[in-house]
């Protein structure tokens, strides 16, 4: 088991930054693909970004690439999602996942989730 809780989450104005953290704990962190995914009112829930065991690879949505960037750090078994130049279309509830695997941007694909944090960006 992994327990996952995502943080960080609030109110922004366009163009701003915001950054979350998620922070994991039960099994070894390192040996899971993390992912972030966001779900917005209405719709379903959609990939962000993710990164490997150890940090050397990412990959990321094509609505996020150039504006967010996700990291970890193993030793404090945390991923974090750095958001900047946040539009009005990032509102969302932001999901952290843990996966035993390789890549993958299905939601049904990853074993673990946190329960969420609400970003919520204004015009």
């Known amino acids: 088991q992994v327990q996952l809780v995502e943080s960080g989450g609030g109110l922004v104005q366009a163009g701003g930054s915001l950054r979350l953290s998620c922070a994991a704990s039960g099994r070894t962190f390192s040996g899971y693909l993390m992912g972030w995914f966001r779900q917005a009112p209405g719709k379903e829930r959609a990939f962000v970004a993710a990164?490997?065991?150890?940090?050397?690879?990412?990959y990321y949505g094509d609505s996020v690439k150039g504006r967010f960037t996700i990291s970890r750090d193993n030793a404090k078994n945390t991923v974090s999602l750095q958001m900047n130049n946040l539009k009005p279309e990032d509102t969302a509830v932001y999901y952290c996942?843990?996966?035993?695997?390789?890549?993958?941007?299905?939601?049904?694909?990853?074993?673990?989730w946190g329960q969420g944090t609400q970003v919520t960006v204004s015009s």
């Open positions: 996942a843990a996966r035993q695997g390789a890549w993958g941007v299905r939601t049904t694909l990853y074993d673990y």
């Open positions: 990164i490997n065991w150890n940090g050397g690879s990412t």
